[in-house]
């Protein structure tokens, strides 16, 4: 087991770095460092809905929060190391409270849908008429409809001096989302992460097995907001710039499309469908004749119909077929059957 | 003399104008075997319901070890070492055997000692062949084997079990009385049950439960015995 988690974790590592170093080749790296913001902020809801089974309509709530409170506290600190780790520890103490209080409310899977809509929404209303003076946090005005603009970037902790921008900043947020990648597949293969997918499958009866499905799911929830919160400051670092959009309701349905597309209940499918659909995005906002949400409608739509598991499965179904059928998949299709006849 | 394990005291459950559960009172010994029994809507499920935590009690006590449990969650009640097993078969579906019941074993023991606790729970039901098969391609049987399986790996002073033989064959329900009994060897058991001839088999205590009130207890062969509680079954006025 120790021996394949090792075997596991080197084989991210070496494709990580393959992409990491390839994808420059192909895509410009000012485009990809937007795709790593949002393949990050996929992976977030990726984690807590595909293997929590916790379906968040408000995703970019998490997001816009880290990304503003990078920009703030960016203003009033003058560097961004610290408020690198606020735009972490903000969405996921936000989400604490209000996953404890959903979870613990014991607010059906229907409702929760709702409520973190209703919040991102509030979010979004509430930055948005923030404009004037009187809104300030330290240093820092809101700015309401225009945002936050001017805040310092990133830069090398300690150094405020030394900015990372650039195809520096392309490498920081590549190798950063291959951090957290391992840490959710360590965090997938702990005790925690296996109780998490038993509660996706059966709430009632990991809850009839002694485990407290309320703090875990309250948990898990605080762990995707807080790398929403990570992937809003690398988006803020990115544009230089952070507004209320951040938090509206078209950003929170893409993230869901993405996760959908790439493939849920996978890691690497929500970064896929990110990816894949925000260069479309791209690619089709330079250009007027068909408006691109019609197309990533369109793109949805066909996916749920004819390859509802996703991108990512389907191509390592491609892969497996390609490098000739493995063992595993006939050993289970075997054993129930012999099972069966033996009475 | 044994413990009392299991103790409720006045138990009541109404739901709206409906009495589904009137002053009842049980007690159970430490590894005794016990099932209630009763016709459809006798009260029997939701008085199991109340013991685990899924349902409040409108009025009454529960106590388990000595430690008033009334109120609390399902999931505080199987931490104290309850093995539950619901009416529904209830597994984790898209995971595999091995998995189901490594999880129930991680409750009270740490991860490796959870795999090992999951393998010998494998051998002793005898599920190494579909070890590695998902639950959801499982047949019924199998199943709630599997979960019979959730609730020994747990190794539980107390097992609660909701018609543990529906829908199983003639030998499946026999394998079934022999786990059970062997279950009595360290914990005790309440059984849930229908099928009268499983509870014959078995030869233990039994509640009868009528219209939300116990009717009445006994060995199962006084009970069967009773003209009162055959009436009672085939649906005449008792």
């Known amino acids: 087991m120790v021996g394949a988690a090792h075997k596991d974790f080197a084989l991210i590592v070496i494709l990580g770095v393959v992409l990491i170093l390839g994808l420059p080749l192909m895509v410009d790296t000012h485009v990809l460092t937007l795709l790593i913001a949002y393949g990050m902020l996929a992976l977030s809801l990726g984690l807590i809905w595909g293997f929590g089974g916790v379906l968040c309509f408000g995703q970019a709530a998490f997001f816009g929060l880290g990304a503003y409170t990078f920009a703030v506290a960016g203003i009033n600190f003058n560097e961004s190391t610290l408020p690198l780790i606020l735009a972490v520890l903000v969405p996921a103490g936000f989400a604490l409270v209000l996953g404890a209080l959903m979870f613990y409310g014991r607010l059906g899977d229907v409702y929760l849908a709702v409520i973190t809509l209703v919040v991102s929404l509030i979010l979004f209303r509430w930055i948005n008429s923030t404009a004037g003076p009187d809104y300030t946090i330290g240093a820092a005005r809101l700015g309401g409809f225009n945002g936050i603009p001017g805040f310092p970037i990133l830069n090398v902790p300690g150094r405020p001096d030394l900015m990372i921008w650039g195809e520096t900043l392309y490498f920081v947020a590549a190798v ?34 002694g485990f407290d499905i309320r703090a875990r799911k309250t948990v898990l929830f605080a762990i995707g907001a807080a790398i929403a919160g990570l992937a809003g400051a690398f988006y803020a670092t990115w544009a230089e710039v952070v507004t209320p959009t951040l938090f509206s309701l078209q950003q929170s349905a893409e993230i869901i499309i993405w996760c959908i597309v790439g ?60 490098t000739g059928a493995r063992r595993k998949p006939t050993r289970r299709n075997h054993a129930p059957r012999a099972e069966v006849s033996n009475g | ?44 499920s939701t008085c ?51 998995e189901n019941i490594w999880m129930a074993a991680r409750r009270f023991n740490d991860t490796d000692a959870a795999r090992r606790k999951a393998d010998e729970v494998i051998e ?30 747990a190794d539980p002073w107390l097992v609660l079990l909701d018609e543990p033989a529906a829908g199983m064959t003639g030998e499946e329900v026999e394998r079934m009385g022999d786990v059970i009994r062997e279950m009595t060897s360290t914990a005790a058991v309440v059984i849930v049950e229908h099928d009268m001839q499983f509870i014959r088999s078995l030869a233990s205590t039994v509640t009868v439960f009528h219209r939300g009130r116990v009717l009445m207890e006994d060995h199962v062969d006084r009970v069967m015995a009773d003209p009162v509680v055959r009436d009672v079954y085939l649906g005449k006025q008792a």
């Not at chain 1, 209940?265 to 019609?294: C, E, H, S, W």
Request: charged share 20%; net charge positive.
């Open chain 1, 176 to 209: 950063s989302l291959l951090i957290v990648f391992l840490l959710v597949t360590w965090l997938l293969r702990s005790s925690f992460g296996r109780i998490a997918v038993g509660i996706r499958e059966n709430e009632e009866r990991v809850s009839l097995l």
């Open chain 1, 263 to 322: 493939g849920l209940g996978t890691r690497f499918g929500p970064i896929l469908g990110a990816g894949v659909l925000a260069y479309l995005k791209f690619a089709l906002g330079q250009q007027n004749m068909i408006d691109n949400m019609f197309v990533l409608g369109l793109v949805l739509v066909l996916f749920v119909l004819f390859l509802p598991r996703g991108l990512a499965p389907e191509l390592a179904r491609g892969w497996h077929w390609i």
């Open chain 2, 1 to 44: 003399m044994a413990e009392t394990v299991l103790e409720t005291e006045g138990l009541t459950m109404r739901f709206g104008g409906v009495v589904a559960v009137d002053n009842v009172s049980l007690k159970l010994k430490a590894r005794e075997l016990r099932c209630l029994i009763g016709p459809n809507g006798a009260g029997k």
């Open chain 2, 48 to 98: 199991f319901k109340c013991l685990c935590g899924l349902l409040t009690p409108t009025e009454g006590r529960v106590f388990l070890r000595g430690e008033e449990t009334t109120g609390w969650e399902p999931h505080q009640i199987a931490s104290l070492g309850v093995g539950i097993k619901m009416q529904v078969s209830s597994v984790m579906d898209g995971l595999s055997v091995h």
């Open chain 2, 124 to 153: 002793r039901l005898a599920l190494g062949a579909i070890t590695r098969a998902e639950l959801g391609r499982l047949a019924h049987g199998e199943r709630q084997r599997v979960e019979l399986g959730i609730v020994l790996a």
